[in-house]
Structures are given as C-alpha cells and as structure tokens.
C-alpha cells in the first residue's frame, strides 16, 4: 500500500511538471518570467531578502574595522570640489602610515548643517554629529565661521595653548591665523535659557547690522554711539549672531577675523586654513573661510595635528 501511494505520489509530481513545461513552451519570454514572478514570487522575494541580508552581515563585518581617525568638513562641498573623500582618506593614511587594512580612516566633505534651517536632515546631521561627539570619535572639524562658531560657544573646542607647542603656536599667532572666541561670551550664554540666548544674539545681530542705538547724555537713545558694555562687542560675536539671521555661510568678503583685543576673556580654538595646499587644491570652501578646530572630546589629538600638517602640505617633506 505504501508503495502504491509513493507511485501516486510521484506520478502527480510528474504529470504537474509536465503540464507546468508544456504551459512555458507555449508563452513567450515575457509571460514566461511574469508566469514565473507571479507562481514563485513569495519565493523570490525570500531568496532576494536573504541574499541582501548575507550580503549586509559580510560587508559589515569586513567593514568593522577600529576607528583610527575621523574628520569632518562641515559645510565645505560644492561645485568647485575636485577630491573624493576615498581618495582624502587614502591620501592621509597613507601620508600618516596607517594600515587601511586593520584601520579605519573617516573624512566626510558632503556633510552639512545650519542651525537656522529647521528641516529633518539639518536635525539629522546635528543629531549624527552629537553622537560623534559623545563617542569621542570625532577628532578633527573644519567648518566655516558662522557654524564653527555656533560650536564654539557651545564649548566644543580645544583650546589651542594646550593642543599646540609653543612655537607651533607663536607661527599661527604671527601669521594672524588663530580664531578667538570670548571666554565671557560664553559664560554668559551658559547661564541663559534657549530663548534668552536668542534674544541675546538676535540684538548683537542688530550691532553687527549697524542698528546699534544706544543712550545719549539723556538717558534716551540715539543712533550711531554705542554704551561701553555695546563697545565690546567684537567680530566673533557678530559672527555668532549672523547665526540668528542669514542661513547662508559667511563669504570670504564678508568674512572678519574676531580681534582678541576687543574680549574679556579671549580663548584661541581655531586656525584659520583658507589657500592651504590640500583644502585649495580640492576646492572646498570656495565660497567661505575654513576654520580648524580640535574637539575637546578627542582621544587622539596628536593625530588632529598631523592632519593639520597634512592639509597644509600635503605629502610628507
């Protein structure tokens, strides 16, 4: 009996692949694969998730490699851009001597962010670069000033008297490439809400505009002078409240470099990288001024200087 139930069974096989091929040989190539998507899509479907599931799992694990180094351009890309971020990165671990085939090299040039631009990808890219930050992985940022300054504030960066020797220093310093923020700036930002620190940088925009009305002999206001406290405001703050207006970057006309002389507590945390050799080169930043900054939360800072080194020059001398 179970033998003649195998045979029936096998027959019916039989007899359905056999009706299946003479319904295929009488189709075309067309409704032969819609035939086949049609009768076998679950199956299809199954195997393209599998595969693309092995493919992601393998990829990933290739690609798990540690984190050698991570910069970021924010704010750099355009038109004028002639070098790859692959080619950047083969480019610096090769010039460092880092083995790309254990480490990992990261420099991302496409990645952009307006604090003023209130979309779900500036939300995005903030959010990314704050899990940088908190991973401590980010160990290099160049960006132009407005920006650079919104993170500044925020006390993002290095402070350049501890990152740079002495003499490293006194050549930034002499060449007027250091980018200064005020110490009391950003102290009296800390202690404001998010709303009063708006307001705050919303009337230092009004400065920066040239709408300064301040008191006269009377008490009552008038155009064109400015109270003490209103004299100290200097560039960097005026950069810090363009923030609050124009969404555009800061052009390199437009562009002035925040005088230490005018703050209470100047604190040196950028240089200034406009016409170095690899960022001229490449053509980022075209339209703005490209500042370097050294986060505080980078656990290889030694690595961030040799990639200054290396924007400036390029190859190894």
Not at 174 to 181: A, K, L, P, T
Not at 192 to 218: I, N, P, R, Y
Not at 288 to 296: A, D, E, L, S, W
Request: proline share 4%; no cysteine; aromatic share 10%.
């Amino acid at each position: 009996m179970k033998n003649e139930a195998g045979q029936d069974m096998s027959g019916k096989i039989k007899n359905q692949l056999r009706n299946e091929k003479e319904k295929l040989s009488r189709m075309s190539f067309g409704q032969k694969a819609q035939y086949i998507f049609d009768y076998y899509k679950f199956h299809i479907i199954v195997f393209i998730v599998a595969v693309s599931l092995i493919y992601y799992v393998v990829t990933t694990f290739l690609n798990n490699k540690p984190l050698a180094f991570y910069g970021m351009f924010l704010n750099a890309s355009g038109t004028d851009v002639t070098v790859s971020d692959e080619e950047l990165e083969r480019r610096f671990a090769a010039y460092e001597e880092i083995s790309t085939k254990n480490q990992k090299v990261v420099i991302d040039t496409t990645a952009t962010f307006n604090p003023n631009v209130n979309s779900q990808y500036s939300m995005a890219q903030n959010a990314k670069i704050t899990a940088l930050f908190a991973s401590h992985d980010l160990d290099v940022m160049v960006i132009d000033p407005g920006v650079f300054t919104y993170y500044a504030l925020n006390g993002a960066f290095t402070d350049l008297r501890d990152a740079l020797g002495e003499i490293q220093y006194s050549k930034y310093e002499s060449e007027n490439r250091i980018y200064y923020i005020d110490g009391a700036l950003m102290e009296k930002l800390k202690n404001l809400d998010a709303a009063q620190a708006e307001s705050v940088m919303a009337e230092e925009s009004d400065a920066a505009a040239g709408k300064v009305e301040t008191g006269d002999e009377s008490g009552e206001k008038t155009p064109g002078t400015k109270s003490p406290e209103e004299e100290t405001l200097d560039e960097m703050e005026q950069l810090a409240a363009d923030l609050m207006g124009d969404p555009d970057v800061i052009s390199r006309e437009d562009f002035r470099l925040p005088d230490p002389e005018k703050m209470e507590d100047p604190i040196p945390v950028g240089i200034i990288l406009t016409d170095v050799s690899v960022i001229s080169e490449g053509g980022f930043f075209a339209r703005t001024v490209p500042v370097f900054g050294i986060p505080k939360v980078s656990d290889r800072k030694q690595l961030a200087l040799d990639f200054l080194r290396f924007l400036e020059v390029g190859t190894k001398e």
